[in-house]
């Protein structure tokens, strides 16, 4: 029996963990084009999800350790899968 243990994020972890992939994060946030919703960490697995509501966001992969590896989308949902500075992250956004 596999037992999944998932940590709780704030809204500050769960920023610092996107700001190497979104540049513009704190002026989308600012500007009220990105909401955070919440975010765990999964102990079994070591990945991290984060929830967010947003009308605009730009991602880009520019460091050795980020890759974008692939996106989804599904009736006014998108799944990121990534990793930011080497930590494998799904990022989950309702378009609003």
Sequence with gaps: MQIILNKDLTQEEAWKIMQPVCRELLELVDGGYLQFVSASYNESDGTYKIN????H??????GFKDSIG????NQG?????LRANGIPVNIFVDII
Excluded: M, P, T
């Design 77 to 81: 949902k998108i799944r990121i899968g």
């Design 52 to 55: 967010l509501k947003s009308s």
């Design 57 to 62: 966001i730009h991602l880009a992969s520019r």
């Design 70 to 73: 692939d996106v989804e989308y």
